[in-house]
């Protein structure tokens, strides 16, 4: 029985079903229960959330992940699948606390000041939530200050920043500078990217990562925090 | 006299019918769903009248919902003037863009971060040693004052540039947010005579960019009757929400009455819908929005149905201007802009590629054809873009320019009367009264009046492709010419009154 819901559950990442309403690759399944459905119903059943998590998110995810090497899914396939997989771990989030069961980290990401191109930084969310990370979206055109202020507050282990434009890229600058003034710089990692910047910028300015794509953003977050670990 | 671009019989994608559905669902969008509005000037202006507009709570920032009426639209597509002058500093390079008249005018674009340049290398045969050719290389240099001036130098002397849009993202150390402005508009308008178009970065930069304008065109009263700048603006990120900053630059532009493009860019796939119909539908609602708002702070105000339709790639989401659908969707909206009567400034010429090459060709005259065919008033980023428009390459520019006279030669319309048949049947007749049985000499005065198509004038005679390397010394011949420099004593007036512009320019 069990093994039925979590097998449902990865088989609807896989399909990119969130919710009943969702259409996915195969033919009828409109109407039946999608991914948050059936984590609620796991979590009533009272399902282990590890398991949940490790053979229904997880697996599907990973599958999702082999299916888009192989070029058998495109990006809004994985995209589809990893807010899956993040609607689902909205669901788990409270109950994650209290049973000890951590995610893999919080990031809190923002584009910086004066920019508000959003798209990259969208997709790097939901791919960074389908991973396994709790994700904060602080939004575009977002101040230094405002920045600090939310680290403070939230106490993230990482910092995404996007930047598409030259003009606005300083802001990533302005922003670390702004941490390290009010000593929170050695408290989050932070990783950037978008159009305007580059590996060098990054290192120029201090920052701990650069992804290129949301891809790389991922495994430049499991690297960091295998860092941190050890 | 103005220039005249190229007047084509347009290609109707949409039936009527289409066109009809298509205006009605754009209506509908902006009832429901409607806009979400970052700007509070506009809020209140749609509100005053007659729109409904309700708070909407977003944590840092000042939003609300619009729901816009039929009314304020079709008043808006009415008051909007059907023909807007682009003016110029040589008066006879202005464009003259009236909405009823399918004529077509090419314009480079972007704010490319990128500039390529091409340089020529030899290399040996590994197998034959005493085979060596000369191969075109590429290098990525960074948009720089200097770089946007030999781009405007060129597209002073190419004849299809009929208007230059700023091509690269000035990054010079000593260009700031806040002498940025003034300083492209200056370098752009010191290099040609032809219309020059951007968008804004600093607000604040409007009046100073104003003031020189109004100096260069020869006072405020000649600036009026030759506007020799104009502003783009992108009151609108897809979808459907109306950003602060742009939508005050397009309030205050549309007040002084400058002429101003209102231009949405969605990717369909992504920020739009990816079908043909949702994609046109949401992005004529959104022009039509950024329009109308030109029109409610000042009825007839000068507007350009700015239309950049795009689409997303699967494989990363970036957008992409070589597929298919680009050439659908950008056809569409000028229909749609026809339909408003409204001059359209649309989008062609662009390559997902980085360097220039067999697939940058394919891609962008795909686009440059098939856009010219469905009659704008105004192509934009036509010339030297690559890399989905992050790079500018100025041999690139010059390969568009032959291109583009290829394009306009093709879509003259045909002349078919009885005086022309009759000639002709003249000439059929006396061939086959010879024994060579060839028409050759009546071709002459054709060649003469330049009626008959040249060769590819970079084509390579033996078995290596040297189009690049031939554009390349085409470009070099042209940047050799003297700049069109603006007159001394205006140049010292801009630099007495407008502050903010580099010294090291005077002289460039
Ligand atoms: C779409 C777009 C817009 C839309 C934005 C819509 C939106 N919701 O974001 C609109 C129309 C609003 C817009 C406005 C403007 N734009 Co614009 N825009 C673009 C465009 C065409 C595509 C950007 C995009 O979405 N790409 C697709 C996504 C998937 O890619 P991405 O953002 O690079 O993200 C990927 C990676 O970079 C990385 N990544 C991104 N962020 C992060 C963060 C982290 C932490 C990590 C690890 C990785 C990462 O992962 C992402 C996924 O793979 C680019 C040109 C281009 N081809 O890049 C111009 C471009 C960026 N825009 C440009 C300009 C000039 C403007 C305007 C100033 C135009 C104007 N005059 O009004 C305004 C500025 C508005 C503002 N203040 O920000 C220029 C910038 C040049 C410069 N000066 O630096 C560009 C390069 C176009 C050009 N060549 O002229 N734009």
Same mark, same amino acid.
């Given at each position: 029985m069990t093994e039925d819901l979590l097998s449902l559950i990865k088989e609807n990442v896989i399909q990119g079903?969130?919710?009943? !309403?969702d259409e996915g690759f195969?033919?009828?399944?409109?109407g039946q229960p999608g991914a948050s459905e059936l984590t609620e119903k796991a979590l009533t059943e009272g399902v282990n959330l590890e398991d949940i998590i490790n053979k229904g998110l997880t697996e599907g995810m990973n599958i999702v992940g082999q299916k888009f090497e192989t070029g058998e899914y495109y990006i809004p396939d994985m995209l589809a699948s990893a807010e899956t997989v993040g609607a689902a771990m909205e669901i788990l989030e409270p109950h994650l606390a209290q049973s000890g069961i951590k995610s893999k980290g919080k990031i809190l990401v923002a584009t910086v000041?004066?920019?508000?191109? !959003?798209i990259g930084k969208n997709i790097v969310s939901i791919l960074l939530r389908g991973a396994g990370y709790t994700v904060k979206d602080l939004g575009n055109d977002i101040a230094p200050q405002t920045i600090v202020e939310a680290v403070r507050e939230e106490r993230p282990q990482f910092l995404g920043m996007s930047a598409l434009l030259t003009s606005t890229m300083i802001h990533m600058n302005n922003t670390i500078e702004a941490l390290t003034e009010s000593g929170l710089r050695d408290k989050v990692k932070i990783i950037i990217g978008g159009a305007a910047v580059s590996e060098e910028f990054a290192q120029s300015i201090g920052a701990n990562g650069y992804g290129a794509d949301g891809f790389q953003a991922v495994k430049i977050m499991d690297a960091l925090r295998n860092s941190m670990k050890g | 006299m103005a220039r005249q671009g190229v007047l084509v019989e347009p290609y109707q994608r949409l039936k009527p019918e289409q066109v009809e559905q298509i205006h009605q669902a754009s209506l509908a969008i902006l009832s429901q769903p409607g806009i979400l509005c970052f700007n509070r000037s506009a809020a209140e202006v749609f509100a005053d009248h007659g729109a409904e507009v309700s708070p909407v709570p977003q944590p840092g920032a000042d939003c609300w919902h619009l729901q816009i009426p039929e009314k304020i639209i079709t008043d808006a597509v009415e008051t909007a003037p059907k023909v807007v002058k682009l003016g $110029?500093?040589?008066?006879?390079?202005c464009l003259i863009l009236d909405g009823n008249e399918p004529r077509v005018r090419f314009a480079s674009g972007s704010e490319a971060n990128n500039w390529l340049e091409v340089d020529v290398d030899a290399f040996v045969s590994r197998?034959?040693?005493d085979i060596e050719v000369d191969v075109p290389t590429f290098r990525v240099e960074k948009g720089t004052v200097d770089r946007l001036a030999k781009a405007a130098h060129l597209c002073e002397h190419? /004849? #299809?540039?009929d208007s230059f849009l700023r091509t690269v993202n000035i990054q010079d150390d000593d260009i700031t947010d806040d002498n940025k402005d003034v300083n492209k508009f200056f370098v752009a308008l010191n290099n040609t005579t032809k219309h020059v178009m951007s968008g804004l970065?600093?607000?604040?930069q409007l009046s100073n960019v104003v003031r020189m304008s109004h100096i260069i065109a020869g006072g405020e009263d000649r600036f009026r009757e030759n506007p020799v700048i104009s502003f783009i603006t992108? %009151?609108? @990120? #897809?979808?459907l929400q109306m950003v602060d900053d742009t939508t005050q630059t397009a309030i205050e532009v549309a007040r002084r009455g400058i002429p101003l493009v209102i231009s949405s860019s969605p990717q369909?796939? #992504?920020? $739009?819908?990816?079908t043909e119909d949702g994609m046109v539908a949401q992005i004529n609602a959104e022009i039509l929005v950024g329009i109308a708002l030109t029109q409610l702070v000042n009825k007839g105000a000068p507007v350009l149905y700015g239309s950049v339709p795009v689409r997303a790639r699967m494989d990363n989401l970036y957008d992409s201007y070589g597929v298919p659908e680009f050439n659908q969707y950008n056809i569409d909206c000028v229909q749609m802009a026809r339909y408003y009567r409204l001059p359209c400034y649309s989008t062609g010429g662009v390559s /997902?590629?980085? %360097?220039?090459?067999i697939q940058a060709s394919v891609e962008r005259l795909f686009s440059h054809i098939l856009v010219t065919l469905a009659g704008p008033q105004y192509i934009h980023y036509?010339?030297?873009?690559?890399e989905r428009t992050n790079t500018f390459c100025p041999v690139q520019a010059v390969l568009d320019d032959t291109h583009i006279s290829m394009v306009k030669r093709f879509v003259r319309q045909p002349i078919v009367t009885a005086d022309r048949i009759s000639e002709s049947l003249e000439q059929v007749r006396r061939v086959m009264g010879t #024994?060579? @049985?060839? &028409? %050759?000499?009546?071709v002459r005065s054709a060649l003469r009046s330049g009626e008959i198509a040249p060769p &590819?004038?970079?084509?390579? @005679? /033996?078995? %290596? /492709?040297k189009t690049l390397l031939r554009a390349r010394e085409r470009m070099e011949e042209i940047l050799s010419l003297p700049p069109s420099h603006m007159a001394e004593p205006v140049v010292d007036k801009v630099f007495q009154e407008v502050p903010g512009l580099l010294t090291r320019l005077r002289g460039s």
């Open positions: 079903r969130i919710a009943q !309403d195969d033919e009828g399944l409109v000041k004066g920019d508000l191109h !959003d | $110029a500093r040589d008066e006879n390079n197998r034959n040693p190419l /004849d #299809s540039w970065t600093e607000l604040s992108c %009151v609108i @990120k #897809s979808p369909g796939g #992504s920020t $739009a819908p990816i /997902d590629i980085r %360097v220039p090459g036509a010339f030297g873009l690559l #024994s060579h @049985k060839l &028409y %050759v000499r009546f &590819y004038p970079f084509e390579s @005679k /033996d078995t %290596v /492709d």
